[in-house]
């Protein structure tokens, strides 16, 4: 791993590494590592955690591309949960939402003015819905988080409008992803550009760090100024997910304590891939194109 002489120092000092941390450390890499653990929390991985989220991340691929197949007016969201289910038992692998806190299922199924956490059932998809399949998969024991929004047949300007929103938000979030980078970057990006869409952007629900866990440190939010928050360096591991509303950024949890929707009935859409950082910029473990289908 490497981090510039010139890049903010790790430790929050505010100094440059050169004046600060880099003088004391023979061994930068074990002092990355070992720093961003005491500090942080993080994991910063290696190549072999790397290969195995990679794997994970391409099942994750596939069941989502197994989604897209049968996504159509006239599906429960519970068809859905048991397709995603059944396909990630078949390949040896665990579906991570099931039994997570008391989620009682193996997918997260967000329809219109659900943000996320929607929990599948006896729903029936119509004509005009977007809905976004939340798909994080356990293979190996390493885990990998995707999502997309679809187009469920013929939809409205502002259904389109606010689904594309989403996915040039996650875009412009991940372009933002390079060694000596911050947090804040990655925030700054989604915000700046979705506000002047005259969209908003959820705050209480953020990315995360994965791989070894479900959730782990860093938070990622997807609001935020340039240059602040945790520096990134090669081998930090995690999501980019922003929720992004057509209306208020305000919510509300239902009953059943995981549904989260938007307070004033708006539409709401999100796209998520995970990514590690790399010397040269970032690879995406989940990735896919930056492109919308209707079904």
Known sequence: MKIGRNDPCPCGSGLKFKKCCLQKEKDVDTYLRDIYYKKHKIRIKNDQEI????????????????VEKEIRPGITTEYINTLVHDFTIQNNAVPAPLNYNGFPKSVCISVNE????????ERVLAEGDIVNVDVTSILDGYYADSSKTFLVGRVSEQAEKITQVA?????LGMDQ?????????????????AESRNCSVVREMVGHGVGIEFHEPPQIPHVGKRGEGIVLVPGMVFTIEPMINLGSRDLKILDDNWTAVTKDGSLSAQFEQTMVVTEEGYESLTPYPFEIRAS
Do not use: N
């Open 51 to 66: 290969r195995g989220i990679r794997k994970a991340g391409q099942l994750v691929l596939k069941t989502l591309d197994l």
């Open 114 to 121: 659900v943000i996320c956490h929607g929990i599948p059932s």
């Open 167 to 171: 996915l040039q938000s996650l875009k």
């Open 177 to 193: 992803v390079k060694s000596g980078a911050t947090v804040g970057d990655i925030g700054w990006a989604i915000q700046s550009y």
